[in-house]
């Protein structure tokens, strides 16, 4: 069996084509849904960000300075 790839592929074009232009569509939409994607997560973060200083509670000073380290922990 021989194959005479000039006879054979030469009208593939459009094939190659038709595939060619679906990845690039494909790719198209997965950029922007990653790109949608990422400003919804850090629009969550800043507002998980947000939540989470309104409600930690504030330490004075005198309770800093009665806190200990991690480093200074013996066990």
């Not at 679906?22 to 507002?47: C, H, M, N, P």
Request: glycine content about 2%; aromatic content about 14%; some cysteine.
């Amino acid at each position: 069996m021989s194959c005479n790839w000039g006879a054979e592929l030469w009208d593939q074009f459009d094939n190659l084509e038709k595939h060619t232009s679906w990845g690039i569509d494909f790719l198209e939409r997965y950029t922007k849904f990653v790109k949608e994607r990422a400003d919804i997560e850090l629009s969550y973060a800043k507002q998980i960000r947000s939540l989470s200083k309104k409600y930690h509670p504030k330490r004075s000073r005198e309770d800093e300075s009665r806190s200990v380290h991690p480093s200074e922990v013996t066990w």
